[in-house]
Nanobody
Framework: QVQLVESGGGLVQAGGSLRLSCAAS????????MAWFRQAPGKEREFVGV????????SYSDSVKGRFTISRDNAKKMVYLQMNSLKPEDTAVYYCAADRGSSWYIIEAEDYDYWGQGTQVTVSS
């Protein structure tokens, strides 16, 4: 089992950057695929990106590709989401999620077993 706590959200102007962090506790962190999702008011939770167990592979949604970067530090049990060139439509609560499945490429929210509480990101125009 793993517990997740996000941090780093806030208010930023369009074109700016933020770095979100997700701290994990529990055993075998390096055996979990880690992902970021986001949810805007009135919308469903949306996949942002996922990183493989070792961090060697990543995948992103088309809406953030080229602007966002996921990384992880297994020794520190941390996952990061670097967000650049932020747009007002990136405004949402951002969640990190973990899954200990046989595949790292998991993009559906319902397939993730563990979730953080979320951190608010607001991008002003």
């Amino acid at each position: 089992q793993v517990q997740l706590v996000e941090s780093g959200g806030g208010l930023v102007q369009a074109g700016g950057s933020l770095r979100l962090s997700c701290a994990a506790s529990g055993r075998s962190f390096s055996s979990y695929a880690m992902a970021w999702f986001r949810q805007a008011p009135g919308k469903e939770r949306e996949f942002v990106g996922v990183i493989s167990w070792s961090g060697g592979r990543t995948s992103y949604s088309d809406s953030v590709k080229g602007r966002f970067t996921i990384s992880r530090d297994n020794a520190k049990k941390m996952v990061y989401l670097q967000m650049n060139s932020l747009k007002p439509e990136d405004t949402a609560v951002y969640y990190c999620a973990a899954d200990r499945g046989s595949s790292w490429y998991i993009i559906e929210a319902e397939d993730y077993d563990y979730w953080g509480q979320g951190t608010q990101v607001t991008v002003s125009s």
